[in-house]
């Protein structure tokens, strides 16, 4: 809407295609950024191809269901999968772009994690990626802001309701449109760390006070999964 032009990548060509169709200016390209070879190819395609490219959008995602105490939980195995995707991943995929932003006079990283970067809820790996996607967002920005102009911003949004989320109760989750809205504000305001709706609110709770924060996380969860 903004006249940008926009690469979207991901594994599923058909999703690509898909989100392409519904809008304008779009290159997709398919890629996983959990593999390392992928990361290279993706990479030295965008500086060959996308030379001007100012703005890189983090939002890969895993969020794994399961009873971490279970005698089956294979937790580890759960834990190394989510930390990969949902945060090593993106220290990967920022790496290798860093020296393309850097060419550019103004650019930004975004990183999307989360409300349970704040307050853990009942996806156990999820919240610990996310909380250590904040802390490095966190010391990103710190160390870009001394020798660059790269912004760097952090979306939180909570649950929202999208394909992804199904399984975790995402029917009751806030609409993706919202979350989009929000984040663009966001942008415009520079305001680095983005919480939309409900996040916002569990942070100022959290701030108070961080027991009460973590026992209404964890109900609110429950509920939702349940309805």
């Given at each position: 809407?903004?006249?940008?032009?926009?690469?979207?990548?991901?594994?599923?060509?058909?999703?690509?295609?898909?989100?392409?169709?519904?809008?304008?200016?779009?290159?997709?390209?398919?890629?996983?950024?959990?593999?390392?070879?992928?990361?290279?190819?993706?990479?030295?395609?965008?500086?060959?191809?996308?030379?001007?490219?100012?703005?890189?959008?983090?939002?890969?995602?895993?969020?794994?269901?399961?009873?971490?105490?279970?005698?089956?939980?294979?937790?580890?195995e759960k834990?190394?999968?989510?930390?990969?995707?949902?945060?090593?991943?993106?220290?990967?995929?920022?790496?290798?772009?860093?020296?393309?932003?850097?060419?550019?006079?103004?650019?930004?990283?975004?990183?999307?994690?989360?409300?349970?970067?704040?307050?853990?809820?009942?996806?156990?790996?999820?919240?610990?990626?996310?909380?250590?996607?904040?802390?490095?967002?966190?010391?990103?920005?710190?160390?870009?802001?001394?020798?660059?102009?790269?912004?760097?911003?952090?979306?939180?949004?909570?649950?929202?309701?999208?394909?992804?989320?199904?399984?975790?109760?995402?029917?009751?989750?806030?609409?993706?449109?919202?979350?989009?809205?929000?984040?663009?504000?966001?942008?415009?305001?520079?305001?680095?760390?983005?919480?939309?709706?409900?996040?916002?609110?569990?942070?100022?709770?959290?701030?108070?006070?961080?027991?009460?924060?973590?026992?209404?996380?964890?109900?609110?969860?429950a509920q939702?999964?349940?309805?």
């Amino acid at each position: 809407e903004k006249g940008n032009s926009v690469i979207i990548t991901g594994r599923n060509e058909e999703r690509l295609n898909h989100a392409a169709s519904k809008l304008n200016n779009v290159k997709t390209i398919v890629s996983d950024v959990s593999k390392a070879e992928d990361v290279e190819k993706l990479a030295a395609q965008i500086t060959q191809e996308f030379p001007q490219l100012n703005m890189v959008i983090n939002n890969a995602d895993r969020a794994l269901v399961y009873d971490l105490v279970a005698d089956d939980a294979n937790a580890f195995e759960k834990a190394e999968d989510e930390m990969l995707t949902n945060y090593l991943s993106v220290i990967r995929l920022n790496e290798k772009l860093l020296p393309l932003l850097k060419k550019q006079e103004t650019a930004a990283i975004v990183n999307v994690s989360s409300v349970v970067a704040f307050v853990p809820g009942n996806l156990v790996t999820y919240s610990a990626s996310k909380a250590a996607l904040h802390s490095y967002t966190q010391s990103l920005r710190l160390a870009l802001e001394k020798e660059t102009k790269i912004a760097v911003f952090e979306l939180m949004p909570p649950l929202v309701d999208t394909e992804f989320s199904a399984p975790i109760g995402g029917k009751n989750g806030i609409s993706p449109t919202v979350v989009a809205e929000e984040f663009i504000a966001g942008l415009e305001e520079n305001n680095y760390e983005i919480r939309v709706g409900q996040t916002e609110d569990m942070y100022r709770l959290f701030l108070s006070s961080p027991a009460e924060a973590l026992k209404l996380m964890n109900a609110t969860r429950a509920q939702e999964m349940e309805a």
